[in-house]
């Protein structure tokens, strides 16, 4: 059973709520889909997968409305940032996460990669945002993220502050029978 959805389509609402219809019962989430994704996220066919894109505030909003957890892969900078430089796509993705505060959200590897490396305090903007009540739909998913964030003990002592709710995230994937993803559909996991 395929189903794939392009988070930048318009239409991928529609698709997905007539799959729930067609499968009730079925779904508790959709993803985990790519957003910026180091070299990836150019090559995904049409649109350029944005954290501005109207198609993904709408697919949001659906997703509140019909209770479905939301897996979103971001980076949250770039690979081989320049010395100095903010975070690429910290503020951008604060921003559609206040968009959609009915929205339960599970922010990927923290917004790590394979090559993305932690951001100057990584796990401390991880703290900010765990502790604003503005962000009370986010949740992080630990996986990648927990040895590279490990190195540091500042994190580490900041990762005991935050250690519920990354578990809480762990225990959800997993429960996470099935999900949407952007290709196939299949079981949670690590990607
Ligand atoms: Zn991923």
Redesign the pocket.
């Known amino acids: 059973m395929g189903v794939g959805f392009n988070p930048t389509d318009m239409y991928a609402a529609d698709h997905i709520r007539r799959v729930l219809q067609t499968f009730p019962g079925v779904f508790s989430g959709i993803g985990?889909f790519?957003i910026h994704?180091e070299f990836v996220s150019s090559k995904i066919a049409g649109e350029t997968a944005d954290l501005q894109n109207r198609a993904l505030d709408r697919l949001l909003d659906f997703s509140a409305e019909v209770g479905l957890v939301v897996?979103i892969?971001n980076d949250m900078d770039v690979p081989f940032p320049k010395q100095g430089a903010p975070p690429a796509y910290l503020d951008q993705m604060k921003a559609l996460l206040k968009r959609h505060p009915g929205t339960t959200i599970i922010w990927?590897?923290t917004g790590l990669?394979r090559i993305v490396r932690p951001i100057k305090d990584h796990a401390a903007n991880l703290a900010v945002i765990l502790s604003d009540p503005a962000f009370k739909n986010v949740y992080f998913?630990m996986?990648?993220a927990e040895r590279m964030l490990r190195q540091e003990r500042q994190h580490q002592r900041l990762m005991l502050t935050v250690v519920p709710r990354f578990r809480l995230v762990s225990e959800l994937r997993r429960q996470m029978r099935h999900a949407f993803g952007p290709i196939t559909l299949r079981p949670i996991q690590?990607?």
Do not use: L, M, V
């Open positions: 985990e790519t994704k897996i892969h990927a590897h990669g998913d996986s990648w690590p990607e």
